[in-house]
């Protein structure tokens, strides 16, 4: 067994998806602090500190078995949710949708971010370039389905809570209403619809068609708009 490529390997991925989730609650938190909700700020999740927001299964175990899974193409997980008290807010609708779009922002600002970075890997020592390259090209896959995962119109997730801010009140409310059976919705989506579409020769694997392929778009753009090659 190769134990330095499997380090290697491990290094690549961990590193940018700490990073990802990271910086994505944090985000969240400091939206909301600067919106007047100080919760976040007080319980010290305002911070670059991944001890703060990493969940040991949802943000190490459980991605890593989805890259595992799908070949690196797909991943899910989640964090240490950041704690919002939306009676602190000024504009509670608008608010929300501030707080919740920025998570999935700061996503699309790392993935840019690292995508410029390649053009700093000539900088450095040629034993560390294809490490680095591995990392920044991870990165930007992790935080582009990170985006565009999070933005799906299904509460807890961002967009559901974006949706929920932005549609009218009544459709708002049954939206809403749907949070407390969201994680189950999404766990049905990725694992039992797929097997059982399986099961009847159909391929209903929606997280690809809602995640995979838009992802797979972003991801392309951004490449070429920075104008690098992975």
Do not use: Q
């Not at 807890?156 to 919705?185: F, K, Q």
């Amino acid at each position: 067994m190769d134990f330095a490529n499997i380090g290697f390997m491990i290094s690549v991925w961990i590193i940018p998806i700490i990073i990802a989730v990271t910086i994505h609650e944090a985000a969240h938190g400091w939206v909301a602090w600067r919106l007047g909700d100080k919760t976040a700020y007080m319980l010290g999740r305002v911070t670059f500190n991944p001890a703060k927001h990493v969940d040991p299964f949802g943000t190490l175990i459980m991605p890593g078995l989805m890259l595992l899974i799908s070949g690196g193409k797909m991943m899910f997980g989640y964090a240490k949710p950041v704690p919002i008290d939306m009676r602190n807010f000024s504009n509670i609708r608008r608010d929300m949708v501030l707080v919740a779009a920025a998570g999935p922002g700061s996503n699309i600002i790392l993935a840019v971010l690292s995508a410029c970075l390649f053009y700093a890997l000539p900088l450095l020592p040629e034993d560390m370039d294809v490490w680095a390259a591995h990392n920044l090209a991870n990165s930007i896959k992790i935080n582009i389905i990170l985006c565009v995962f999070n933005l799906i119109p299904l509460p807890p997730l961002d967009g559901g809570r974006i949706a929920v801010g932005l549609l009218p009140t009544p459709l708002a409310m049954r939206l809403a209403s749907l949070e407390r059976y969201g994680m189950l919705i999404l766990l049905g989506m990725i694992f039992l619809v797929p097997y059982l579409g399986g099961l009847f020769g159909m391929n209903l694997n929606i997280l690809w068609w809602l995640v995979g392929i838009p992802a797979e778009f972003l991801t392309d753009f951004i490449i070429h708009a920075v104008g690098i090659t992975e």
